[in-house]
T-cell receptor, first 117, second 117 residues
């Protein structure tokens, strides 16, 4: 069974600084997708970034980028120029497509990020 | 455009009662998934529906059931409520059940907070 591990329950960063959140996963599959979702106190899970395992290039979305190490099964999220609005729970998630169909998301336990002024 | 909408926002029930949670997907999305998020944990997959048929089921007891309607909205039903069913129930919709660029991205609603007393 696939598992997702986030080893940092809580992190804090000063506004405008850079922070990296860690995620490792376990799978025997070669084709899969990885996601980072953000859940602010409003509770709504918001997609931050998506990575396809067969692509070697790391995904980037504005201030958010990932370091995807397939052999190490590692998928870390880097947030540059942190803003107060980045304060939230961050969840790493894994999806294993099955026969061309999407599977379900498997989430880690999350990292609570606090951005301090 | 409206996102994924869930109702009600909050719900308080007593043990043994039955509850129905509702979800309307993003317009044009045909796949709906349900997740349970216990406080302090990442969401856990309950069901996935596509074109009114169950396409996936997580490790939840038969007290949990769901259905999808012709307009792609969905209901999650939980019978014989237990204290341990207290959680945030999240609904997510995606374009289809295929895994492909953009199609596999799940967009979440703000959830229904269920408290069982």
């Amino acid at each position: 069974a696939q598992t997702v591990t986030q080893s940092q329950p809580e992190m804090s960063v000063q506004e405008a600084e850079t922070v990296t959140l860690s995620c490792t996963y376990d799978t025997s599959e070669s084709n899969y997708y990885l996601f980072w979702y953000k859940q602010p106190p409003s509770r709504q899970m918001i997609l931050v970034i998506r990575q396809e395992a067969y692509k070697q290039q790391n995904a980037t979305e504005n201030r958010f980028s990932v370091n995807f190490q397939k052999a190490a099964k590692s998928f870390s999220l880097k947030i540059s120029d942190s803003q107060l609005g980045d304060t939230a729970m961050y969840f790493c998630a894994f999806m294993n497509p099955i026969g061309g169909s999407q599977g379900n998301l498997i989430f880690g336990k999350g990292t609570k990020l606090s951005v301090k002024p | 455009d409206a996102g994924v909408t869930q109702s009600p926002t909050h719900l308080i029930k007593t043990r043994g009662q039955h509850v129905t949670l509702r979800c309307s997907p993003i317009s044009g999305h045909k796949s709906v998934s349900w997740y349970q998020q216990v406080l302090g944990q990442g969401p856990q997959f309950i069901f996935q529906y596509y074109e009114k048929e169950e396409r996936g089921r997580g490790n939840f007891p038969d007290r949990f059931s769901a259905r999808q309607f012709p307009n792609y909205s969905s209901e999650l039903n939980v019978n014989a409520l237990l204290l341990g069913d207290s959680a945030l129930y999240l609904c997510a919709s995606s374009l289809s059940r295929d895994s492909g660029p953009g199609e596999d991205i799940q967009y979440f609603g703000a959830g229904t907070r269920l408290s069982v007393l």
